[in-house]
T-cell receptor, first 115, second 114 residues
Framework: KAGVTQTPRYLIKTRGQQVTLSCSPISGHRSVSWYQQTPGQGLQFLFE???????NKGNFPGRFSGRQFSNSRSEMNVSTLELGDSALYLC??????????????FGPGTRLLVL | AQSVTQLDSHVSVSEGTPVLLRCNYS??????LFWYVQHPNKGLQLLLK??????LVKGINGFEAEFKKSETSFHLTKPSAHMSDAAEYFC????????????FGAGTRLFVKA
């Protein structure tokens, strides 16, 4: 089976712009979670989608949003970018969700640089 | 409330010597516990997981971890380090209280000296 794929792999934006990142989960996986990884804050949970519904959300401002399509592919959007949004954004998929004790399979990430 | 504490931000060992990466957790209910590894410029890979079965869990590449409820610990060990083990390691706790929540530890960077 193909692994989790994320596009684009690298992205440079300027402050105030918006960005959309894409994640394709492993075939058959219905849960997709997003994480932000920075040197200062480590790995932080953004949100999880399951069957097109947001099931849980971390402590991020409303500028961070996401959605999931019927084929389980997911997108996350960040509006009005700030310098502090520069990070590696990781997507992970699992069958039913990590809260069920399942393994999450991670993509390679999208590295976002905000200038 | 959940929390994960990785007790060492950096660990340095010589090749061929044992590895110990320490993790303590806090969870209201029976948690699932994971160790992931991240090599430079790569995504995270699962090493092993504990989900209330055997307390000694064996993972890939010779790693294992022991769940100790009385000590709320889930330390990662390997008898003999290899150069390719140099990476960052994350301890993760997950449970379903109040909705799915997964918390990552801050990470431990492992250095392996020749």
């Amino acid at each position: 089976k193909a692994g989790v794929t994320q596009t684009p792999r690298y992205l440079i934006k300027t402050r105030g712009q918006q960005v959309t990142l894409s994640c394709s989960p492993i075939s058959g996986h219905r849960s997709v979670s997003w994480y932000q990884q920075t040197p200062g804050q480590g790995l932080q949970f953004l949100f999880e989608y399951f069957s097109e519904t947001q099931r849980n959300k971390g402590n991020f401002p409303g500028r961070f949003s996401g959605r999931q399509f019927s084929n389980s592919r997911s997108e996350m959007n960040v509006s009005t970018l700030e310098l502090g949004d520069s990070a590696l954004y990781l997507c992970a998929s699992s069958l039913q969700g990590a809260g069920e004790g399942e393994t999450q399979y991670f993509g390679p990430g999208t590295r976002l640089l905000v200038l | 409330a959940q929390s994960v504490t990785q007790l060492d931000s950096h660990v340095s060992v010589s090749e061929g010597t044992p590895v110990l990466l320490r993790c303590n957790y806090s969870s209201s209910y029976s948690p699932s516990l994971f160790w992931y590894v991240q090599h430079p410029n790569k995504g995270l890979q699962l090493l092993l997981k504990y989900t209330s079965a055997a307390t000694l869990v064996k993972g890939i590449n010779g790693f294992e971890a022991e769940f100790k409820k009385s000590e709320t610990s889930f330390h990662l060990t390997k008898p003999s380090a290899h150069m390719s083990d140099a990476a960052e390691y994350f301890c993760v706790v997950s449970d379903n209280t109040g909705g799915f929540k997964t918390i990552f530890g801050a990470g431990t960077r492992l250095f392996v000296k020749a």
